[in-house]
């Protein structure tokens, strides 16, 4: 099954298929099936959940229902290896075992359920690599207030203690002297790079990735020499280690750390990690969730798959109670900047994975003849790249499009250039990574749009560039709007998600002495997004010590600001979909005034199927001794129409009534007296005229001008949720194919469903000749169980049973990285252990699609492979 693979390598065919036990294989494929691309073994890792809450039972009980489940187990002669236990927040363990071990561990009484140990890759954040740039951090502080609430409320954080689970905190910075009173590392430096995969732990949480510090600057770092302040300047930080300089972790150390950052009694924990695509059932989400509920404050990045399509935000961000934050863009940033031949300076980012330019080195400018600032393949090996020789010595301009930035530079590289200009084909600025094998070894850089039609314009006298090593200050291009990379939402139960934005696009933060000898360095990411959160959760902490971690998640959404849609053209008149800001950017000056709340904070609407329209009910509670009077107003949000991987905005707009008053139309006044509350009566309709499978979206408005004004957000689906398709098709090297497919990793070669097999594939069933069903998720399931079948169709038991799953991210096969399909293998084992007897077998896959009826014969989709025969010697 898919996640098996994440838990201990890249998301790739070898992933997928590690835990059925297969390896790479080369060999002539059969009279029947097409080629499949090469994988590598990789053990399985999983978790076992057991029945019963830990926050609700007493430490003896938990013990004893975990003694009775290895009892069992051993009396089975299940095979497994325990690596972690957990009895605090989850209560369960994290064991290695082969995938038929596993469903055999998940048929125990008193098993709950099992869940593949997702790998979570380190963030994927855009860096500029040359220390020279200094965008000011009090720009993003004070795009949230924090910089009025620091100077005028005086308030900073103090007496509040902050857990960051991430790469650690250089403990030597300046910015965290003597204020990191806690924290463990988990794995030590040289785990997840290089196969190495075992934790060597240590009381020393210093970091040496980078990532962690960043993030922890962001929350509260203090520097006076270098003039760097972070939005809660006087908190005490916990850092908990869970990657090593570089590479990976897994979400059984992520629940390690939650717990322990628990046990240390932290206020706050902020996660700037997780896993996209997933469920608020998984693991990792499901403590994040009691975490809250036993009084901690929660704040973890959305997901930066924005690019991904819709369905994206990921664990531990789905978790109820928790703060998924979303990423807007910096108002200012400076870039480093070229002189062109015309005396002009053009801003640019460095590319990470290419050299930094040296500083008076010249260019002569040069592109691909059939390229215009309208081309949209430009460069790529699909548009025929670039003729051989024909940009030897030059610079070449590239409009970003179609292909990655990798491909673009390296057909550029390929013909002989000396640099590479990537421009941007819509507003603002990008920060391209261009790493990939063979490297790229000549300077890469992206500048805006405008820019690069410029420089074109000027291609034919003869333009040239000069890096002059000198920076650019200028207002941001996409100053104040959701930065591009921020995942969509809502989560696969139909919950809105994510629920706040805050500065993540360009942020200068501390950055480890040792990787980076100046300290800083400026990085973009919803990793930068949820520290701000978590800054601004101190500092209202500090205000208001005994407020609720519930309650401080509401409290914030309440009186969030909302943020207008950025188009192609630039920024509309539009709010931006709720499904990616959620109720908009935090304004800590408004949630510390703000009297008046409003509950529930949001307002999830489900599918409009058989319902359409929804009727709620919110409550405005008055705490203060002042009658406070709104103005009601519907404030729609852009309609995320298109499909799930290539989203398309929509204006049509849902209606809304609030105690019988068209607030579309008009306005209504409402007052809520000293110490009292008011009920509103909310009524919403689905946009007529969206598309069916939109998400829509929207606001109820509540404006004030005596107190803090409120918004409540609301999302929903438009049509039958259940009509999303979950097996979906793959498109290897330009061919599209139908799967699910049944793979014969011995010959390398898989069958299509409905194909034809002339000759029937045949399995010795040794651990590299098993067969396995590939599966293409295009959304999220609710359940997966796979069956053996006898020849004649009939079922002979169930092999696994997968509860809520994840999608993948693409459909789309172009290397080992993609995350194109999942894989649900048999390794020729009966209940018990036994062989199954030599023979004709099916295997079959059944599909309950999200909240779907297991009644209901049109939510679940049904894969059956063709015919194969166990030949054992």
Not at 644 to 663: E, H, I
Not at 791 to 800: A, R
């Amino acid at each position: 099954m898919k996640n098996t693979v994440k838990s201990l390598s890249l998301l790739s065919l070898a992933l997928v298929l590690g835990a059925c036990g297969n390896s790479s294989t080369v060999s002539t494929p059969v009279t029947s099936g097409v080629k499949a691309p090469q994988f590598t073994a990789v053990p399985g890792k999983w978790f076992v959940e057991l029945e019963g809450d830990p926050t609700a039972l007493s430490v003896q009980s938990v013990g004893a229902q975990q003694a009775v489940f290895r009892a069992q187990a051993a009396a089975s002669g299940i095979r497994y290896q325990e690596v972690m236990s957990f009895d605090t927040l989850f209560n369960g363990f994290s064991v290695q075992a082969e995938e038929a071990e596993v469903n055999r561990l998940s048929l125990l009484p008193g098993v709950r359920a099992v869940y593949p140990v997702e790998q979570v890759e380190r963030p994927v954040v855009q860096r500029d690599l040359l220390s020279s740039l200094n965008p000011d951090m009090m720009t993003a502080v004070s795009m949230t207030g924090a910089d009025i609430a620091q100077n005028e409320l005086g308030l900073t954080g103090k007496g509040v203690k902050v857990a960051v689970m991430d790469t650690g905190i250089d403990l030597e910075h300046p910015a965290f002297k003597n204020r990191v009173v806690a924290g463990y590392d988990f794995v030590g430096d040289a785990f997840g790079t290089g196969g190495n995969f075992t934790p060597k732990p240590d009381d020393n949480p210093d970091d040496c990735g980078g990532h962690g510090t960043h993030v922890a600057g962001i929350v509260g770092g203090a520097d006076a020499a270098a003039k760097f302040k972070g939005v809660a300047p006087d908190v005490t930080f916990g850092a908990y280690k869970v990657f090593g300089c570089d590479g990976s972790t897994s979400s059984d150390i992520m629940i390690a750390a939650m717990e322990r950052a628990y046990k240390d009694g932290m206020h706050i924990l902020n996660m700037s990690i997780g896993a996209s695509y997933q469920w608020p059932e998984y693991p990792s989400a499901k403590v994040a969730s009691r975490l809250v509920k036993q009084g901690m404050v929660v704040t973890v990045s959305a997901g930066n798959s924005g690019t991904n399509g819709q369905w994206a935000t990921g664990a531990p961000s789905l978790g109820e109670n928790v703060i998924a934050t979303a990423s807007v863009d910096n108002t200012r940033i400076d870039l480093s900047s070229f002189t062109l031949s015309d005396g002009s300076k053009v801003g640019f980012y460095a590319a990470t994975g290419s050299p930094v330019p040296t500083k008076g080195t010249t260019f002569q400018v040069a592109k691909k003849p059939s390229s215009t600032p309208t081309t949209t393949n430009d460069g790529c090996t699909a548009s025929g790249g670039f003729a051989a020789g024909s940009l030897t010595g030059k610079a070449a301009l590239i409009r970003r499009g179609s292909c990655t930035f990798y491909e673009k530079a390296k057909n550029a590289q390929d013909a002989g250039a000396t640099a590479v200009i990537l421009y941007n084909n819509v507003a603002g600025y990008i920060n391209p990574t261009v790493t990939g094998t063979p490297a790229i070894t000549i300077p890469v850089v992206s500048i805006s749009a405008a820019d690069g039609a410029k420089i074109d314009g000027l291609i034919a006298t003869g333009a040239s560039f000069t890096f002059d090593g000198g920076t650019l200050s200028i207002e941001n291009p996409t100053s104040s709007t959701l930065s591009s990379f921020t995942s969509y939402g809502m989560s696969p139960d139909l919950e809105l998600k994510p629920d706040l934005a805050a500065p993540g696009g360009s942020i200068k933060s501390a950055y480890p002495l040792t990787v980076e000898p100046g300290g800083y360095a400026v990085l973009s990411g919803t990793s930068m997004a949820a520290p701000h959160a978590a800054g601004v959760a101190a500092l209202m902490l500090q205000a208001y010590p005994t407020m609720k971690a519930k309650d401080m998640r509401a409290r914030l959404m309440n009186t969030a600001s909302l943020r207008k849609f950025r188009g192609a053209s630039g920024v509309t008149t539009f709010n931006d979909y709720v499904q990616r800001q959620g109720a908009g950017m935090i304004d800590v000056i408004a949630a510390h005034n703000a009297t008046v709340s409003a509950t529930p904070s949001k307002l999830s609407l489900g599918e409009s199927d058989t319902f359409a329209t929804r009727s709620k009910v919110v409550v405005l509670k008055n705490t203060g001794a002042t009658r406070e009077v709104f103005t009601v107003k519907h404030a729609p949000a852009l309609t995320v129409a298109g499909t799930t991987l290539a989203p398309a905005a929509s204006t049509a707009a849902a209606k809304m009534t609030v105690n019988g008053t068209d607030v579309d139309a008009g306005s209504l006044m409402i007052e809520v007296a000293p110490f009292s509350e008011v009920e509103l009566n909310v009524t919403v309709t689905p946009p007529a005229s969206a598309p069916d499978k939109a998400q829509y979206g929207g606001y109820l408005s509540l404006q004030s001008k005596t107190t803090s004004s409120l918004v409540v957000p609301y999302s929903g689906f438009k049509g039958d949720y259940q009509s999303i398709e979950v097996l979906g098709r793959v498109n290897i090297g330009g061919a599209s194919y139908d799967f699910p497919v049944l793979y014969d990793a011995k010959e390398d070669v898989f069958f299509e469903e409905n194909e034809a097999v002339t000759t029937l594939p045949d399995f010795t069933m040794a651990a590299d000749d098993q067969p396995s069903v590939l599966a293409q998720l295009s959304h999220q399931a609710q359940r997966i169980t796979l069956e053996l079948l006898d020849g004649n169709g009939n079922v002979i038991e169930q092999l696994g049973n997968y509860p809520y799953v994840g999608r993948n991210a693409t459909n789309v096969y172009v290397d080992s990285t993609s995350d194109a399909w999942d894989a649900f293998g048999w390794d020729g084992k009966l209940k018990g252990g036994s062989n199954a007897p030599n023979g004709t077998y099916q295997l079959r896959l059944k599909v309950l699609k999200a909240l779907g009826d297991e009644s209901n014969p049109k939510h679940t989709e049904t894969y059956t492979s063709q015919k194969f025969t166990v030949k054992r010697p």
